[in-house]
């Protein structure tokens, strides 16, 4: 497609469940980033990839988060043992060069909302 | 440490007036600014990114101006139309990198007829 997709768009697991959400970036497009987006807050970051290489991952709130993007395209953002405070809009953005080269906008997609019960 | 300023409180203007958004920020001295737009339930969406030896830089409706001394950015619509209704968000790049960004949490803006 022609823009960043997120799936699935809506999560719905119980306090403890392992959720798995996914991230389709733009073709071609170099650098992926992770955000958590409290309501009524800005994006906050997450984790930062280069290709397949994870250079940043210092925005994660604990261990339980995990991010992969083994082909360098699409990627998944896993929580383990979630909790309550896990609830929240998770966005995924791509953008076509590597960050700090060109200062490239980043293209985001319309997020995961995650509900933790 | 650093951080960004928007006024948290909604916006609300008449369509055809000239809306101004403020994003302050403090203990940075970034390299470029980016604004975004967001709607309800969407992602952010790009609008414009101003650098450090820009004073200003327009793009239809929309005017950014960036003060490095102030430590402030403005946001301008002009001629604001219903549509233009949304969440705007500035970002800065974290200090000592380029490969992250820090949102302000965003100013919403409702333009009425």
């Known amino acids: 497609g022609a823009g960043v997709s997120q799936s699935p768009r809506y999560k719905v697991a119980k306090r403890g469940q392992d959720v798995a959400l996914r991230c389709d970036p733009i073709?071609?497009?170099?650098?992926l980033f992770w955000y958590q987006q409290a309501l009524g807050q800005g994006p906050e970051f997450l984790t930062y990839?280069?290709?397949?290489?994870?250079?940043?991952k210092s925005g994660l709130p604990s261990d339980r988060f995990f991010a992969e993007r083994p082909e360098g395209s699409v990627s998944t953002l896993k929580i383990q043992r979630t909790q309550q405070e896990d609830s929240a809009v998770y966005l995924c953005?791509?953008?076509?060069?590597?960050?700090?080269?060109?200062?490239?906008?980043?293209?985001f997609g319309d997020g995961t909302r995650l509900s933790i019960l | 440490s650093q951080k960004i300023e928007q006024n948290s409180e909604a916006l609300n203007i008449q369509e055809g007036k000239t809306a101004t958004l403020t994003c302050n920020y403090t203990?940075?001295?970034?390299?470029?600014l980016q604004w975004y737009r967001q709607d309800p339930g969407r992602g952010p969406v790009f609008l414009l990114l101003?650098?450090?030896?820009?004073k200003e830089k327009r793009k239809e409706r929309l005017k950014v101006t960036f003060d490095t001394t102030l430590k402030q950015s403005l946001f301008h619509i002009t001629a604001s139309q219903p549509a233009d209704s949304a969440t705007y968000l500035c970002?800065?790049?974290?200090?000592?990198?380029?490969?992250?960004?820090?949102f302000g949490t965003g100013t919403r803006l409702q333009v009425t007829l």
């Open positions: 970002a800065l790049p974290f200090t000592g990198t380029a490969s992250k960004l820090t």
């Open positions: 073709s071609g497009h170099v650098s």
């Open positions: 101003i650098r450090e030896n820009e």
């Open positions: 990839f280069q290709n397949e290489a994870q250079l940043d």
């Open positions: 203990n940075y001295s970034p390299a470029y």
């Open positions: 953005a791509s953008s076509l060069v590597r960050a700090g080269y060109s200062n490239q906008p980043q293209h």
